[in-house]
């Protein structure tokens, strides 16, 4: 199963904030190219070892 949603605003120094309460690390961030063009992308893995993708709106 596949969910897009794009993080909108795009806040790399919050999304991280966000996920060490939670004791998640987010790995480096990318610039990536997706369905709607080239954006910020990080990756990280859940609980059950499944890499996510949280992917914000194109920059170009």
Known sequence: MEVTQALEPF?????RRH???H????????Q???AEGSGPS????????NTV???GPPTT
Do not use: S
Not at 42 to 49: F, K, M, R, S, V
């Open 53 to 55: 993708e949280l992917k």
């Open 19 to 21: 996920l060490a309460t």
């Open 42 to 49: 990080l990756y990280l893995a859940d609980p059950e070892g």
């Open 23 to 30: 004791d998640i690390e987010a790995g480096e961030l990318v």
């Open 32 to 34: 990536r190219y997706g």
């Open 11 to 15: 806040d790399e120094e919050e999304i």
